[in-house]
């Protein structure tokens, strides 16, 4: 790769294009910086264009609409109960600024284009401030790229930043790999916004050797910003909390109508006045397009008698104890679930569903059969289901044999039933994912990178995941909120620096 050396200078450079990069960036341009915003894949968006779409905020302009009392010390207050945590565990500054402005970043986000559904309320939370985009996750990056374009933000695609400048004590620019050459860029300051390291099996067996065989479920979060902000001293905190492993069915060959939908104001504003007025049944073929493309299996299912096997056909692990960790160090990491009819359909009514939105719909058994036909097999006999999938019929016979003996042997104290009427069904395939991690490089309230003695390093800053400064975000919607918030901060702060 060729040396270009330094080919030109700015005010702030930020390093990711999701969520919390655009959002800095274009906080940073409001504030009179030039920016240069570098995103290593071929599209903006990261883990932000991969999420449900959920945000929770207190005190919200839609709360206040549906008449729902709530506030940002009750939130905070919610958050510490599912943490089984106490304020004196954590600094609790950053959780606070989250709390405080998140319902202010929501209204940014709102001018900007984006429509927001909702809100509902997500147990165990004491009030309602779940918030669903619409008509799904793109929605963000589409109006964030609109708006950094429109401020003159200097966006550069497939574009790796390979390491930080320093001199005389702070980060003065980038090393930048693009177009097979090598660059400097010289900058007052940096934010780091790479995301998590979920997709990183060196960073994930640092914290859990565990989780090492476990894919990240965002693919672009390799923790590079956590690397960078530790090679110049930042520290990293180590009170790491993975969000998996889970089983998630493999996406669908394509996109669904919902998600191929534009965002534009025009069809949101349909989609939000239907979900108030039109009844479940018409609205339930477009919620499954939507729910049973991104969602978990429910442990329901393995609980009530379904198996896992694997793309041999055999069935590897007790489906109730430890099954995510196993399915890791099978053939392709990936399995198949195997149960009987008289399951199926069982798990076509309440409270037995298959997989759940908050706050969206329920998916039930005949859902994933019409909408989900890429991950759905059926065979009048076992050998039958077999060949339908592409497994070993022998070994499927086996399986399922021995998971029926074992109940008969036990009594079926368990409460698990035996696969025996046909027709026979399987879903798959699954794979066992980490979704995102908790652990991040340490910040103060500016967002400013810390080193272990709680000095900063001049000119680095860090938002989203990267720069979560050791606090945990419990429950749905919280992680999206925080993305926003501290890109805000992380923008402003370096225009200023």
């Known amino acids: 790769m060729r040396n270009n050396g330094t080919d030109d200078e700015t005010d702030v450079i930020v390093v990711g294009g999701g969520g919390a990069g655009l959002t800095a960036a274009i906080f940073a341009r409001k504030a009179g910086a030039r920016v240069v915003l570098f995103e290593k894949d071929r599209q903006l968006g990261g883990a932000t264009r991969l999420c449900v779409g959920t945000y929770t905020a207190a005190g919200t302009r839609l709360q206040k609409t549906r008449n729902i009392s709530d506030s940002a010390d009750l939130h905070m207050q919610d958050m510490f109960r599912v943490l089984g945590r106490h304020p004196d565990d954590e600094s609790p500054d950053l959780r606070r600024i989250m709390a405080v402005e998140a319902a202010e970043m929501l209204d940014w986000l709102s001018s900007l284009g984006i429509t927001f559904y909702g809100p509902v309320l997500e147990k165990p939370n004491s009030a309602a401030r779940m918030h669903t985009i619409l008509p799904n996750a793109d929605a963000f990056i589409y109006f964030l790229e609109k708006e950094a374009r429109r401020l003159g933000v200097d966006i550069r695609l497939e574009a790796q930043v390979s390491r930080l400048l320093k001199a005389e004590g702070r980060v003065i620019g980038v090393e930048v790999d693009a177009g097979g050459s ?42 590079e910003g956590h690397k960078m902000g530790e090679d110049l001293g930042g520290a990293i905190h180590d ?134 036909p890429d991950i759905y097999h059926r065979g009048g006999t076992i050998a039958e289901l077999a060949v339908s999938i592409g497994l070993s019929p022998e070994k499927l016979a086996e399986a399922v044999a021995s998971h029926n003996t074992a109940l008969k042997t036990t009594g079926n104290d368990s409460g698990r039933s035996p696969i025996s009427t046909g027709p026979f069904h399987a879903l798959g395939p699954v794979k066992s994912w980490i979704v995102l991690t908790d652990g991040s490089l340490m910040v103060d309230r500016r967002q400013h990178v810390l080193r272990e003695d709680g000095s900063t390093i001049d000119g680095l800053f860090a938002a989203g995941a990267t720069g979560q400064g050791g606090i945990m975000l419990p429950g749905h919607g919280t992680h999206l909120a925080w993305v926003f918030v501290s890109g805000r901060r992380a923008g402003i702060e370096a225009a200023k620096a």
Do not use: C
Request: aromatic share 16%; hydrophobic share 40%.
């Open 182 to 223: 090598r660059q400097t860029l010289r900058a007052r300051s940096v934010i780091l916004t790479t995301g998590d390291f979920s997709a990183s099996a060196a960073w994930r067996g640092r914290f859990d050797p565990r989780m090492t065989e476990i894919d990240g479920l965002a693919p672009t979060s390799q923790g």
């Open 239 to 372: 009170d790491t909390f993975f969000y998996g492993p889970n089983l998630r069915f493999t996406p669908p060959p394509s996109k669904s109508f919902l998600t191929r939908l534009p965002p534009y104001k025009t069809f949101t504003r349909i989609m939000s006045w239907a979900l108030d007025t039109l009844p479940q049944a018409l609205l339930r073929p477009f919620m499954m397009s939507f729910v049973t493309t991104y969602l978990s299996p429910e442990p329901l299912l393995f609980e009530k008698g379904a198996i896992l096997v694997n793309r041999n056909g055999e069935r590897f692990a007790n489906e109730l104890d430890g099954l995510n960790f196993a399915l890791a160090q099978q053939p392709e990491k990936s399995g198949y679930i195997i149960f009987d009819d008289a399951l199926a359909r069982k798990f076509n009514a309440f409270p037995h569903f298959i997989s759940t939105a908050p706050g969206v719909a329920y998916a039930y058994f005949n859902d994933y059969k019409r909408y989900r």
